[in-house]
């Protein structure tokens, strides 16, 4: 498991990568001392979606990072973004993401959607996949 400070890193980068965005930063994503503007601790970061931060805000209408955000994704369309560019995988794959859909991708995402861009190596702990696909319903209105 990572440290925190080796998380903070990789958030900083994967914020830094995302910063010529044309969205105007959320409230909680930057946080200002004096003169200085820092990026904001992100939400979840303690929770089961630490892991997931890096590239996918999990605020409703959070910041934009390097990937799309998961604020309502269980039981919504896969390649639900029609701005993000999708791997030709997962943009032609169709249906919702369903718990048990979540739990395949988790597990092995290129066994679950040959071709996917998806850079995770997959959770192989099913206790943690079960524990972040629970957090993951939660973030609905």
Not at 4 to 9: C, E, K, N
Not at 54 to 61: A, F, L, N, Q, R
Not at 64 to 71: E, I, K, Y
Request: glycine letters at 12%; charged letters at 20%.
């Amino acid at each position: 498991m990572k440290t925190l400070p080796t998380r903070l890193i990789w958030i900083g980068l994967a914020a830094s990568l995302v910063g010529c965005s044309s969205e105007s930063p959320s409230q909680s994503s930057v946080t200002v001392e004096g003169n200085y503007r820092f990026a904001a601790e992100p939400a979840g970061l303690d929770g089961p979606a630490a892991g997931c931060i890096v590239c996918h805000s999990i605020e409703k209408g959070g910041p934009l990072r390097v990937a799309p955000g998961l604020w309502g994704i269980v039981g919504d369309r896969k390649a639900r973004f029609p701005w993000y560019g999708y791997s030709k995988a997962l943009a032609s794959a169709g249906g919702n993401w369903s718990e048990d859909d979540l739990d395949a991708y988790l597990t092995d995402p290129d066994g679950f959607l040959p071709g996917t861009s998806k850079t995770l190596i997959g959770i192989r702990d099913p206790g943690e996949r079960a524990e972040l696909i629970a957090y993951l319903e939660t973030l609905k209105d």
